[in-house]
């Protein structure tokens, strides 16, 4: 596998630098509609209603940056960044990635009122950007940066404008329950996915193990690996990929939770996998992620 030089770092730390420079401005306003976050990983909290957790008044874009940089310090310096791109590194296709596209699904809103919901939202963001970036330096080609939250405000895409991501329309179904949206679009072979505890519909998980990724980050595969009961409440039964398919099997139908389950046992069975490692500073933010990545060949 290749590692990175002198001159990876130093383009990495120059791209660091471009991507924190912006104009700052104040305004922003709610959007509507929300996904189901699972806290933790380990239970969703209520959805987000009109009020309940509004966007933080007095907040500007000058401030929102300033925590970015200050935050991107803190994940620059500790063990768990180390950690995670020394496996990036060593699982790299010999190939190289060959990226096209980073997604970053449901981080949640980096400007509402919760302060603790924005600040974990703001570290959850902080590590992919800085993995994307990272990445960056191994590749000619561009990755095109993309976000997508139902709960970002218009400060909160204002501050991912500055850093040069597109943020994608996002949906629930009629159930209210998370769909992929535009991203659905973007998920592909050459596609980094990071989703932290991102509470899916069927549909969505579906379409996102049938895309395929190159590289992600998450929590579904996870969730998806334990035995569903019929009350609709999983147990803590873990289930093998093979496992998985034939349970797909004796639901066949494509659309529905049969085709889901053959789409992660897809996904498992082409795929290696290593928990994130230990965020020192702050282990609930990433406790519970792991990273897939393909085996060659």
Known sequence: MKTSGRS????FENLQQKSMMSTPFDTEKPLEGDWTRVGRGKRSPPKYLPG?????????????????????????????????LA???????????RLQEAVCLATNSFSRDNFQARQ?????????FDIVQYLQTKQEAPVALLAQEPNYTALDEQFLQGLDVRVLEAELNADDVAGLGEAKQHIRASSFVFEAFMDLGVEAVGDLFGGDPALYIGSSVERWRETPQRSGV???????????????????????????????????GSRRSYRMPRFEEDPNIFDGL????????
């Not at 990876?8 to 383009?11: E, F, H, P, T, V």
């Not at 939202?121 to 902080?126: E, G």
């Not at 873990?238 to 992660?264: F, L, M, P, Q, Y």
């Not at 792991?290 to 060949?297: C, H, N, Q, T």
């Open 8 to 11: 990876d770092a130093k383009a």
């Open 52 to 84: 309940l957790d509004p966007p933080m008044k007095g907040l500007t874009l000058e401030r929102l940056q300033a925590d970015f940089k200050t935050k991107s310090k803190v994940w620059r310096h500790s063990t768990c960044r180390r950690e995670t």
């Open 87 to 97: 496996i990036l590194d060593k699982q790299q296709p010999d190939a190289g990635w």
């Open 120 to 128: 974990r939202s703001m570290m959850q963001w902080v590590a992919f």
């Open 234 to 268: 999983a147990s803590t039964t873990r289930r093998s990929a093979a496992e998985i398919v034939t349970d797909g099997r004796r639901n066949d139908d494509e659309e529905g939770e049969g085709g889901v389950t053959r789409s992660v046992a897809g996904f498992m």
């Open 290 to 297: 792991l990273i897939y990545w393909k085996e060659d060949g």
